[in-house]
């Protein structure tokens, strides 16, 4: 019971966690506190920039919760960690160079300018944007009203949305994305740079090149000769006598 007790409130602050207004999570708080005081002190120690999209920077234009990433690196090297440190070395190399060859390859066959990951993110998008009814009220700045009675703020022009969405990802959300339909806009012309393929192909752009075997590299003569003994010199310091029991310390001449 109290195994299932701890999952239930697992899911809860995870759930709670993808909250991106901080009117919502801080209702939510208020919820925890009423039920479980302890479990409120907990969350409300933590930094919140850390663990709720709610509070987290606008800049990174990423909304990653885990560390899958370095995850993912730490079980591809797992192998090469036990390993001397040159034979660790050559192993990671070979597979960052292998990595950055397939991946430049890959880009050169999307069929669009942004990556397959957004276009299928976008699909979602076009889905739930449906439930959506945008009204234009200046310029480009839209009131959109959605089936769940909830309001948002949308402006074209300055990139934002009330509900966050889209300034933490840099992708329109299903708000802006009803608003570009309703002005039928192309939606790409929404997106970040960085999701381009132009900037895929500069990311991956540096090549790490390819080098011969162990048996094929250059003998070095002029290594250290680790071998012979250091001797460590023998430093002579004058030593002071304590004075014994009833003997009269002699001041020290200055």
Known sequence: MQLERQKL????????????????????MNVIRGENQAAYQWLAKKNLRNWTRAYMKEFPKCNMLCNNMCEAFNSTILQAR??????????????????????????????HSIGPKVLRYLEKVKLASSCCNPKFCREKSYQVRCFDSEQYVVDLKTHTCACRKWQLVEI???????????????????????????????????IIHE???????????????HTKQRTRR?????????????????????
Request: glycine content about 2%.
């Open 172 to 206: 329109p959300c299903m708000h802006a994305f009803s608003c570009i339909n309703l002005m039928n806009l192309d939606v790409y012309d929404f997106i970040h740079p960085f999701y381009n393929k132009e900037a895929y192909l500069t990311a991956y752009s540096s």
């Open 82 to 111: 036990e390993k001397p440190v040159i034979t660790l070395m050559e192993m990671v190399r070979n597979y960052l160079m292998g990595r950055m060859a397939r991946k430049r390859e890959e880009i050169k066959k999307w069929n």
């Open 211 to 225: 080098i011969n075997g162990p048996n094929m590299w250059a003998k070095i003569n002029d290594r250290p000769d």
């Open 234 to 254: 023998n430093y002579s310091f004058p030593t002071r006598k304590n004075p014994k029991i009833g003997e009269i310390k002699k001041p020290n001449k200055r």
């Open 9 to 28: 409130w697992i899911n809860i602050c995870f759930n709670f966690s993808l909250i991106v207004f901080q009117c919502s999570f801080e209702k939510q």
